[in-house]
């Protein structure tokens, strides 16, 4: 198994620019999650599912975007992208109440 | 609201040396208490979580709920222990994890 997996690793947007932040895992996990990490302050949750079909808001969605069209996969869309999403961004699934696997994260810049 | 605090964002110890992270938290029901360990340029991964009771990598975490605290502990500091060290908490049916902030643990020579 490849677990989760995040594309791409690295990328630099200029503002007002979009793109879609790719994840996919391959264990068949029914909840999946994006955090963003920014220095000094942990992990905030953007979106998360609990099934294909199924999304919900987290702590800090605004400027964000996320469907689930499939199990494997769960995009996050950035439709015009601003300074302040400068950050590492960290896709997750889990199956029930088991581990949290986390994805190896994307950095974006925003400039 | 839930929250998690760690009270130290930065954590130098000698090798060998006791070394203990702090972590507090907030919740009104019964929540579920995890520490994750992030190393250099990896992705986050879980050390440990309450229910389990285990000790990892000679790790160990108590859940403390009269001080709501679930501090990370190891008697000696190893140089590869050097890492990110986020506590993180869920609650509900969700698994929604909510982290604190890190604690940047650095074992020196």
């Known amino acids: 198994n490849a677990g989760v997996t995040q594309t791409p690793k690295f990328r630099i947007l200029k503002i007002g620019q979009s793109m879609t932040l790719q994840c996919t895992q391959d264990?068949?996990?029914?909840?999946m999650y994006w955090y963003r990490q920014d220095p000094g302050m942990g992990l905030k949750l953007i979106y998360y599912?609990?099934?294909?079909?199924?999304?919900d808001k987290g702590e800090v969605p605004n400027g964000y975007n996320v469907s689930r069209s499939t199990t494997e996969d769960f995009p996050l869309r950035l439709e015009l992208a601003a300074p302040s999403q400068t950050s590492v961004y960290f896709c997750?699934?889990?199956?029930?109440?088991?581990?949290?696997?986390f994805g190896p994260g994307t950095r974006l810049t925003v400039l | 609201a839930q929250r998690v605090t760690q009270p130290e964002k930065l954590l130098s110890v000698f090798k060998g040396a006791p070394v203990e992270l702090k972590c507090n938290y907030s919740?009104?029901?019964?929540?579920?208490l995890f520490w994750y360990v992030q190393y250099s340029r990896q992705r986050l991964q879980l050390l440990l979580r309450?229910?389990s009771r285990e000790s990892i990598k000679g790790f160990t975490a108590d859940l403390n709920k009269g001080e709501t605290s679930f501090h990370l502990k190891k008697p000696f500091a190893q140089e590869e222990d050097s890492a990110m060290y986020y506590c993180?908490?869920?609650?509900?049916?969700?698994?929604?994890?909510?982290f604190g902030k890190g604690t940047l643990l650095t074992v020196n020579p």
């Open positions: 997750a699934s889990r199956q029930g109440d088991n581990e949290q696997f």
């Open positions: 264990m068949n996990h029914n909840y």
């Open positions: 599912s609990v099934g294909a079909g199924i999304t």
């Open positions: 919740y009104s029901g019964s929540p579920e």
């Open positions: 309450h229910i």
């Open positions: 993180a908490l869920t609650g509900g049916s969700n698994y929604k994890l909510t």
